[in-house]
């Protein structure tokens, strides 16, 4: 067996951090040169600008992320569950706060409307499949920084990344039906990253952007005299959104 010089893997591995140090600062001029270039007559205009205000508008695509529990081995009436997504749309409100000339803090609170629908096969066919169908008007209250490319004649690529919270205001967990339905909480928390693109106008900038936003925390309110609830071990959300920014 060939043994492995410790020395030389520090030395192999210094020297491609080395090579990536190297190249960063070599194509650096470069990046900082197009960053200041004639090319971006729009860009600059804003570029001056510390902060500005947007509205948005979007598409949406919500569903549930269902997880089976140790009963649903036992049921003899549901042999399956599964989450059915349904169309939504946002509107929103948009401020950002420049942090250098690569960095943005946003905050978007925005009025999202989505459906949701959890479908249960029923094992025998004597008994009609159910849906509980979740219709959501939610505050939303996201928090993202946002990373931007140089820009190149007036356009410029950026990633995003942060935190939502999200209250449903149409929720109907606490109605007197509800104790015959799977309860879901009107509070989520979620994750958001995606990624977009901006074109920079005379008087505005549009940004088209792809965003998904993961639920990391259980939604299910569990109600021990459902077996629809009993048979979930958690209900955890999740949003596929295409924005359309229009900020100045």
Same mark, same amino acid.
């Given at each position: 067996?060939?043994?492995?010089?410790?020395?030389? /893997?520090?030395?192999?591995? !210094?020297?491609?951090?080395? +090579?990536?140090?190297?190249?960063?600062?070599?194509?650096?001029?470069?990046?900082?040169?197009?960053?200041?270039?004639?090319?971006?007559?729009?860009?600059?205009?804003?570029?001056?600008?510390?902060?500005?205000f947007?509205?948005?508008?979007?598409?949406?695509?919500?569903?549930?992320?269902?997880?089976?529990?140790?009963?649903?081995?036992?049921?003899?009436?549901?042999?399956?569950?599964?989450?059915?997504? !349904?169309?939504?749309?946002?509107?929103?409100?948009?401020?950002?706060?420049?942090?250098?000339? *690569?960095?943005?803090?946003?905050?978007? &609170?925005? /009025?999202? *409307? =989505?459906?949701?629908? +959890?479908?249960?096969?029923?094992?025998?066919?004597?008994? &009609?499949?159910?849906?509980?169908?979740v219709?959501?008007?939610?505050?939303?209250? &996201?928090?993202?920084?946002?990373?931007?490319?140089?820009?190149?004649?007036?356009?410029?690529?950026?990633?995003?990344?942060?935190?939502?919270?999200?209250?449903?205001v =149409?929720?109907?967990?606490?109605?007197?039906q509800?104790?015959?339905?799977?309860?879901?909480?009107?509070?989520?928390?979620?994750?958001?990253? !995606?990624?977009?693109?901006?074109? *920079?106008?005379?008087?505005?900038?549009?940004?088209p952007?792809?965003?998904?936003?993961?639920?990391?925390?259980?939604?299910?309110?569990?109600? &021990?005299?459902?077996?629809?609830?009993?048979?979930?071990?958690?209900?955890?959300?999740?949003?596929?959104?295409?924005?359309?920014?229009?900020?100045?």
């Open positions: 067996m060939h043994t492995v010089n410790i020395r030389n /893997l520090f030395y192999l591995l !210094g020297t491609k951090v080395i +090579l990536v140090l190297f190249l960063s600062l070599a194509f650096a001029p470069k990046a900082e040169a197009q960053f200041y270039s004639g090319d971006n007559y729009n860009f600059f205009d804003f570029q001056q600008k510390p902060y500005y947007g509205i948005t508008l979007a598409l949406n695509r919500a569903t549930f992320q269902p997880f089976r529990s140790r009963e649903f081995i036992f049921s003899d009436s549901i042999s399956a569950v599964q989450s059915l997504s !349904g169309p939504g749309f946002n509107l929103g409100i948009v401020t950002n706060l420049k942090i250098g000339n *690569f960095f943005d803090f946003r905050f978007l &609170p925005t /009025l999202s *409307f =989505a459906t949701r629908n +959890l479908d249960y096969t029923k094992t025998s066919s004597l008994r &009609p499949n159910s849906q509980r169908s219709e959501s008007v939610f505050v939303e209250l &996201p928090f993202h920084f946002r990373y931007k490319s140089v820009p190149y004649k007036d356009k410029r690529l950026f990633v995003i990344a942060g935190v939502k919270y999200a209250f449903d =149409a929720s109907d967990s606490r109605a007197r509800a104790e015959t339905l799977v309860k879901i909480s009107p509070h989520d928390f979620s994750i958001e990253y !995606g990624a977009g693109i901006q074109f *920079f106008f005379p008087y505005f900038i549009f940004s952007e792809f965003k998904v936003s993961q639920g990391i925390g259980n939604t299910l309110l569990f109600n &021990p005299n459902l077996e629809e609830s009993t048979i979930l071990e958690k209900v955890f959300s999740r949003t596929f959104t295409i924005s359309f920014h229009f900020e100045g």
